[in-house]
């Protein structure tokens, strides 16, 4: 995404950039002090790294890595804030019956998205699709802590996960006394108050199909905005396309969008409720967002046709 900027009056825009949890991160700050604006920038570059040490499927000695490592023969205490998140996107996992799925892990390193991508024999995702299933995650509130019904499960946070880490980092921002930013995780967006001498900030969604052109821009203030799209990690093979947003189902990359936004209070519920609707196609997909309290969206189908909810179009830029 894209967002417009400028200076005026007492506030003066500050902003850094640092490559974290597998994307770049840019934090853009309005305030009258750059000492506290790079103070404040540089605690929340640090929310993310604390929370991709936390939640990463990738590090062996992260908290999720240890459930993963665990198989099912004991619960594993991850602590009360990656017990929360597990148990919101088991939340999400049943409001949209399944198309968001954090226990998609066996099934997403059969594809190797991190290595550049390969396609797996129709015969290794039929072995390894059953133990897929957010109702196989076993909870313990009491210790917080969590474990597997089956085992061969795992736990990817890695379509939510994002998206907390930009809550968190602006609530440090926040706290910091900053009242007008906006922090950008790879097309996962948080915005607070607005750009000097505006009553919004102006965002760019990137076009699904023209890497150069803007399919839409809005005017926001106090919310978060998250695409997911089937450009981000992709191979083509055959002539065939070949993403990352995979149907927990089939275990196949699916098929009825080319990318979906979703305006939500945050940017986790906004994460994970893109991929979900993505999953789901248009109509299912429209329908997932309307039953939710304070959430929009805008899909593009897989012929690049719009769809969206009627309450987001009047979040739409006027030119």
């Given at each position: 995404?894209?967002?417009?900027?400028?200076?005026?009056g007492a506030?003066?825009l500050f902003?850094?950039?640092?490559?974290?949890?597998g994307?770049?991160?840019?934090i853009?700050?309005?305030?009258?002090?750059?000492?506290?604006a790079?103070?404040?920038?540089?605690?929340?570059?640090?929310?993310?790294?604390?929370?991709?040490?936390?939640?990463?499927?990738?590090?062996?000695?992260?908290?999720?890595?240890r459930v993963?490592?665990?198989?099912?023969?004991?619960?594993?205490?991850?602590?009360k804030?990656?017990?929360?998140?597990?148990?919101?996107?088991?939340?999400?996992?049943?409001?949209?019956g399944?198309?968001?799925?954090a226990?998609?892990?066996?099934?997403s390193?059969?594809?190797?998205?991190?290595?550049?991508?390969?396609?797996?024999?129709?015969?290794?995702?039929?072995?390894?699709?059953?133990?897929?299933?957010y109702?196989k995650?076993?909870?313990?509130e009491?210790?917080?802590?969590?474990g597997?019904?089956?085992?061969?499960?795992?736990?990817?946070?890695?379509?939510?996960?994002?998206?907390?880490a930009v809550?968190?980092?602006?609530?440090?921002?926040?706290?910091?006394?900053v009242?007008n930013?906006?922090?950008?995780?790879?097309?996962?967006?948080?915005?607070?108050?607005?750009?000097?001498?505006?009553d919004f900030?102006?965002?760019?969604?990137?076009?699904?199909?023209d890497?150069?052109?803007l399919?839409?821009?809005?005017?926001?203030?106090?919310?978060?905005?998250?695409?997911?799209?089937?450009y981000?990690?992709?191979?083509?093979?055959?002539?065939v396309?070949?993403?990352?947003?995979?149907?927990?189902?089939?275990g196949q990359p699916?098929?009825?969008?080319?990318s979906v936004t979703?305006?939500?209070p945050?940017?986790?519920?906004?994460?994970?409720?893109?991929?979900?609707?993505?999953?789901?196609?248009?109509?299912k997909?429209?329908?997932?967002l309307?039953?939710?309290?304070?959430?929009?969206?805008?899909?593009?189908?897989?012929?690049?046709?719009l769809?969206?909810?009627?309450?987001?179009?009047?979040?739409?830029?006027?030119?």
């Amino acid at each position: 995404m894209t967002f417009g900027s400028c200076q005026s009056g007492a506030d003066k825009l500050f902003k850094d950039s640092k490559i974290v949890m597998g994307t770049v991160v840019e934090i853009t700050v309005a305030h009258r002090s750059e000492e506290q604006a790079r103070v404040a920038i540089r605690e929340a570059m640090a929310e993310f790294q604390r929370i991709d040490d936390l939640m990463s499927s990738y590090k062996p000695d992260s908290m999720v890595s240890r459930v993963n490592q665990a198989g099912s023969s004991v619960k594993v205490p991850v602590g009360k804030e990656v017990f929360q998140i597990i148990r919101d996107a088991a939340a999400i996992s049943a409001a949209s019956g399944g198309a968001f799925d954090a226990t998609i892990w066996p099934v997403s390193r059969l594809w190797g998205f991190e290595q550049g991508g390969m396609i797996p024999k129709p015969a290794m995702i039929e072995k390894i699709l059953p133990v897929v299933g957010y109702q196989k995650i076993e909870f313990d509130e009491s210790s917080y802590s969590v474990g597997f019904g089956v085992d061969g499960m795992g736990l990817d946070l890695g379509a939510i996960a994002k998206g907390w880490a930009v809550d968190r980092a602006m609530e440090i921002l926040m706290a910091r006394g900053v009242r007008n930013a906006i922090i950008d995780a790879g097309g996962d967006l948080r915005i607070v108050g607005a750009r000097p001498g505006k009553d919004f900030w102006r965002i760019g969604v990137k076009h699904p199909r023209d890497p150069g052109a803007l399919l839409m821009t809005f005017d926001l203030r106090d919310t978060a905005i998250v695409t997911s799209g089937d450009y981000e990690r992709f191979f083509v093979a055959g002539g065939v396309r070949y993403h990352h947003i995979l149907d927990p189902a089939t275990g196949q990359p699916a098929r009825d969008c080319q990318s979906v936004t979703v305006l939500a209070p945050t940017a986790a519920e906004a994460d994970a409720c893109a991929t979900a609707a993505f999953v789901l196609g248009p109509s299912k997909g429209l329908a997932f967002l309307r039953a939710r309290p304070g959430v929009r969206g805008v899909m593009v189908g897989a012929a690049g046709e719009l769809h969206w909810t009627d309450d987001a179009l009047a979040l739409m830029a006027r030119r």
